[in-house]
């Protein structure tokens, strides 16, 4: 117990702590729209994407500064979501397809320009590849604040289009046939979700990034019916995931902190799968006994006639 | 045999490995079961290693395409619950499993030389140096024969079941109906895929054998309807990518793998663009000729019925159409002027008028629109 408190003091756990918990909140509000909007693997994919756009701001700018590989990963990412928009639109190959080909060739691509890098004399690339395969340990305060300051701008977002991006996601029909354009809504939304995909990218790294934006928003799903509910509980469940793989890598020796978060998050999933009233795994077993044992003791007679 | 030559070989191997299962995948649309295998075998190399201790073993492929069949099982379970769509399942289970993989690898393989990055990444540059070496005579590159021995199971599961999984692939329903088992073709599919996978990833590292999974197959997509064609098609896409990649690879001096998946999305773009009937531009052209088709007719039908209902002839003015048809006035400008170059219409005075010969064309379109 000590240990933890003087945990609680310490200096790089609260950067890193608060880092994983801002980013938990923000890809579990922006995870619930693109899980019922069946784009969940876009984390996937976008954060592979973000690559060539990394090691490009590098080449360009010559700088290893945060903000300007994020603005890089940011464009590529952007770029990968379009391709993947105009590739649905303009044929009929479908969206998984589409995501996993413009990820790979993004990818590959990242993969030619890392090593175009590594062949410039004294190009100090070392430390590009870390970032995209996230490393949360190495969180500054700088890089919690453009956290927060992206978060925020993020959630403001989704509060100001509150109306607008639930019509989308439910009936993107009927939105249209309201006048909301859904193209303009669908790159809005495909936007706010790479944003928030690129700041979690260094936390917990490409491949673990998915994990962040689906998992919350799954568990959240298991307890209510209604987006707002599911959109906070998604958030919540975001930052504790953070808080508690944070604070286990800590306490444990050779546990890395990404793989920690998602260990946690996963573990909520599981949690909510089983034991959610009404919809959990639990629920309808016992549901299903207790209609079964109603039928053998009172057979269906006395319920046919109401039927 | 010179290493530039063994490197091609086996590129154009593995492409055409890749891309003959991932035609199927793209045809179910499980595109990113490619993804979540290439990244969960990890796993299972992870935790045959701890049984083995050796990272020669060929067990080591073994535990690794178990764990992808393992994968896809999961998966499926988790979506069969009902509780969370199938990209979800997806998308919790692999980066769980890989999450676990990397816990392992660092709290208990730290010493040993089992690299996460050579998993994911790879470099096709490296293949020629291991050697098979066979009564003490080097017969090439040990890539070569690994990765030949995946092409042949690879085709000869296709060859054999291709009934099977074109029927289990197009109509699972009647599949099973027929008595196809279409669970059994689909973990074999599923098997294979994995197999792919552990056989690729060595080569060119697990995240582009997504792109020489999906990408030559999505290109070939664009361009038949026939899934013999669409499997040749792909191998030819394949190899292709391959040697191109590899030459642009040397030219530039970097990453071989890499550069193939960018060779692979180059070529899926030219499809993209310029692919005849599903291309970007063949598909905007169709687009617009039928908007103009269209508009031409609805003109024609409107003009026809005000001369029916108002059972006047001197015609209507152009702002009227305007009002009446919600058009753009650069749009109606366009139809008129077409109508009127065809002799369906006369503008005299900013009034239109039809022909005889518009009313003729009118009263086609209409029969042979309504009247079957």
Known sequence: MNSFFALLGDYTFQTVALGSMLLGIISGVLGSFAVLRKQSLLG??????????????????????????????????????????????????????????????????????????????????????????????????????????????????VMLFWKELKLFTFDSDFAHSLGFSPKTLNLLLSAMIVLAIIIGLQTVGVILMSAMLIAPAVAARQWTNRLWVMAILSAFFGGISGLAGTAASSLVPKLPTGPAIVLCVSLLVLISLLFAPGRGILHKLYRQEKNRRLLKTEGAAGNVSSI | MSPQFEIQLIAVTVAVACALPG???????????????????????????????????????????????????????????????????????????FSLAIILITRYAGSVHLDTDSVLLGELAFAPFDRMIIAGRDIGAKAIYTTGILLLINLAAILFFFKELKISTFDPMLAAILGFLPGLVHYGLMTMVSLTAVGAFQAVGSILV???????????YLLTDDLKH???????????????????????????????????????????????????????????????????????????????????????????????????????????????????????????????????????????????
């Not at chain 1, 990394?54 to 770029?79: C, P, Q, R, Y």
């Open chain 2, 23 to 97: 035609v199927f995948l793209v045809l179910r649309q499980m595109s990113m079961m490619s993804d979540s295998i290439t990244h969960t075998i990890l796993l299972g190399i992870v935790l045959a290693f701890f049984i083995t201790h050796d990272l020669s073993s060929p067990l080591l492929l073994l535990g690794a395409a178990l764990m992808g069949v393992a994968t896809v099982w999961l998966t499926e379970t988790l979506y069969r619950t009902g509780l969370l769509k199938e990209d979800a399942a997806i998308g919790i289970v692999f980066p769980l499993l």
């Open chain 1, 44 to 157: 996937d994919g976008v954060s592979h994407a973000a690559l060539p756009g990394v090691v490009m701001a590098f080449i360009l700018l010559g700088s290893k500064n945060t903000e300007i590989l994020l603005l890089g990963a940011l464009v590529s990412g952007l770029a990968a979501t379009l391709f993947i928009i105009a590739i649905t639109r303009h044929t009929r190959i479908k969206f998984d397809s589409a995501l996993a080909l413009v990820m790979s060739v993004f990818f590959g691509l990242g993969l030619v320009l890392l090593t175009y890098v590594q062949k410039i004399p004294n190009s100090n690339q070392a430390g590009l590849k870390r970032f995209i395969f996230g490393q949360a340990s190495a969180l500054l305060q700088r890089d919690v604040h453009l956290m927060a300051a992206c978060g925020l701008l993020l959630l403001l977002l």
């Open chain 2, 210 to 220: 997504v792109a020489f999974m999906i990408g030559p197959p999505v290109t070939a």
């Open chain 2, 230 to 372: 669409m499997l040749i098609l792909s191998s030819l896409a394949g190899a292709f990518n391959g040697i191109a990649g590899y030459r642009a690879a040397v030219v530039l001096d970097v990453s071989i793998a890499g550069s193939m998946a960018v060779m692979t999305g180059i070529l899926f773009l030219l499809v993209f663009i310029f692919a005849p009937r599903r291309g970007l531009v063949s598909v905007l052209r169709r687009r617009s000729r039928q908007k103009i088709e269209f508009g031409k007719t609805l003109l024609l039908f409107h003009l026809y019925n005000h001369e029916e209902k108002v059972k006047v002839q001197e015609g209507v003015a152009i702002d009227t159409i305007l009002l009446h048809l919600h058009w753009h006035e650069r749009f109606t400008k366009n139809i008129l002027w077409r109508l009127q170059k065809d002799g369906g219409i006369r503008i005299e005075n900013k009034i239109v008028k039809l022909t005889n010969q518009g009313r003729q064309a009118s009263l086609q379109a209409y029969e042979e629109l309504f009247m079957q």
